[in-house]
């Protein structure tokens, strides 16, 4: 594929780590996800991460993944890049995986730390080359410690940026203070994988953010993003403020999925805020809550709750 944007932005600035809308009895919704995906990018994403964490990944299989992939490309054309999750602590496993996002079209992978096995260094070089070369897409690395037990390390970053296949990272280390080195050292594009983080992490270089709260606020991101690409970093920073309350609504105690999916029921974009085992639907004191987060936050107005 052409990747948008520039070498600095390959995947654009914005894009959303979507959701998967599920039926009442929980089935994956593709008419709801297409519906989703068409409402992320008329907001101003760039792209979309599927089937990463908080598309519950974990619990969804093979054939469902691809149809989701092939649902959304559908809907959304080449208004906006799409990456499909290639995450496993089993290698052969994220190999499959990519392979399949591949034939169903997406535009790139988002291929994780592998989780739980807390490999060596080498063991991460071996894993993401392994699955970057098992197809011709463009490959997001991703960096979470915090649930994968294990951090990418200067070095290894180092060796797998030479591969022709990976040209970004997804960073949710939270560590800032890290990019502009690992960047001058590796060259690939940096993105913010922590919602509060994405002004310092584009004061230290970064080419954007994939953020859970852009369900909501993707718009005000893209906004945010123009303002201090423009050098209007006050500006920036004034919009960026107002998306402070939808943002700790969304993050919260790790609960993504199931406060996006919650807050989209709330809008009325689904019918339903139904997850997958192990994570359960918010409670209806968690939307109460949640409402007066989207209040604050300017997304729904205060006569809705009446």
């Given at each position: 594929?052409?990747?948008?944007?520039?070498?600095?932005?390959?995947?654009?600035?914005?894009?959303?780590?979507?959701?998967?809308?599920?039926?009442?009895?929980?089935?994956?919704?593709?008419?709801?996800?297409?519906?989703?995906?068409?409402?992320?990018?008329?907001?101003?994403?760039?792209?979309?991460?599927?089937?990463?964490?908080?598309?519950?990944?974990?619990?969804?299989?093979?054939?469902?993944?691809?149809?989701?992939?092939?649902?959304?490309?559908?809907?959304?054309?080449d208004r906006?890049?799409?990456?499909?999750?290639?995450?496993?602590?089993?290698?052969?496993?994220?190999?499959?995986?990519?392979?399949?996002?591949?034939?169903?079209?997406?535009?790139?992978?988002?291929?994780?730390?592998?989780?739980?096995?807390?490999?060596?260094?080498?063991?991460?070089?071996?894993?993401?080359?392994?699955?970057?070369?098992?197809?011709?897409?463009?490959?997001?690395?991703?960096?979470?410690?915090?649930?994968?037990?294990?951090?990418?390390?200067?070095?290894?970053?180092?060796?797998?940026?030479?591969?022709?296949?990976?040209?970004?990272?997804?960073?949710?280390?939270?560590?800032?203070?890290?990019?502009?080195?690992?960047?001058?050292?590796?060259?690939?594009?940096?993105?913010?994988?922590?919602?509060?983080?994405?002004?310092?992490?584009?004061?230290?270089?970064?080419?954007?953010?994939?953020?859970?709260?852009?369900?909501?606020?993707?718009?005000?991101?893209?906004?945010?993003?123009?303002?201090?690409?423009?050098?209007?970093?006050?500006?920036?920073?004034?919009?960026?403020?107002?998306?402070?309350?939808?943002?700790?609504?969304?993050?919260?105690?790790?609960?993504?999925?199931?406060?996006?999916?919650?807050?989209?029921?709330?809008?009325?974009?689904?019918?339903?805020?139904?997850?997958?085992l192990p994570?359960?639907?918010?409670?209806?004191?968690?939307?109460?809550?949640?409402?007066a987060s989207?209040?604050?936050?300017?997304?729904?107005?205060?006569?809705?709750?009446?």
């Amino acid at each position: 594929m052409t990747l948008p944007g520039t070498p600095e932005r390959p995947f654009g600035a914005v894009l959303t780590a979507m959701v998967t809308p599920m039926t009442a009895t929980g089935e994956i919704d593709l008419e709801a996800a297409a519906r989703l995906a068409t409402r992320l990018v008329d907001a101003g994403n760039d792209g979309l991460v599927l089937s990463g964490t908080t598309g519950e990944a974990p619990v969804t299989h093979a054939p469902e993944k691809a149809a989701l992939v092939r649902a959304v490309v559908d809907a959304v054309g080449d208004r906006a890049t799409i990456l499909s999750g290639a995450g496993s602590n089993d290698t052969a496993h994220a190999v499959r995986m990519a392979e399949q996002a591949a034939e169903a079209g997406a535009d790139g992978l988002l291929v994780v730390s592998p989780y739980y096995s807390r490999p060596t260094q080498e063991g991460l070089y071996q894993h993401f080359a392994t699955v970057a070369g098992s197809t011709d897409l463009p490959v997001m690395l991703y960096d979470i410690p915090g649930r994968a037990g294990v951090r990418i390390a200067p070095a290894t970053y180092e060796r797998i940026a030479a591969h022709p296949q990976v040209v970004a990272t997804k960073d949710a280390t939270g560590d800032v203070g890290s990019v502009p080195a690992l960047q001058k050292l590796t060259g690939l594009a940096w993105y913010s994988g922590d919602d509060g983080l994405l002004l310092p992490f584009l004061a230290h270089g970064a080419a954007g953010i994939v953020s859970v709260s852009a369900h909501l606020v993707g718009d005000r991101f893209a906004e945010v993003v123009r303002r201090f690409t423009d050098g209007d970093h006050a500006g920036a920073l004034e919009v960026f403020s107002t998306t402070l309350p939808v943002l700790a609504a969304m993050n919260g105690a790790g609960a993504q999925a199931v406060m996006v999916k919650a807050a989209l029921e709330l809008l009325g974009v689904h019918h339903n805020r139904e997850l997958r085992l192990p994570n359960v639907a918010a409670t209806d004191d968690d939307v109460i809550a949640l409402r007066a987060s989207l209040i604050a936050g300017g997304i729904l107005e205060p006569a809705t709750t009446h």
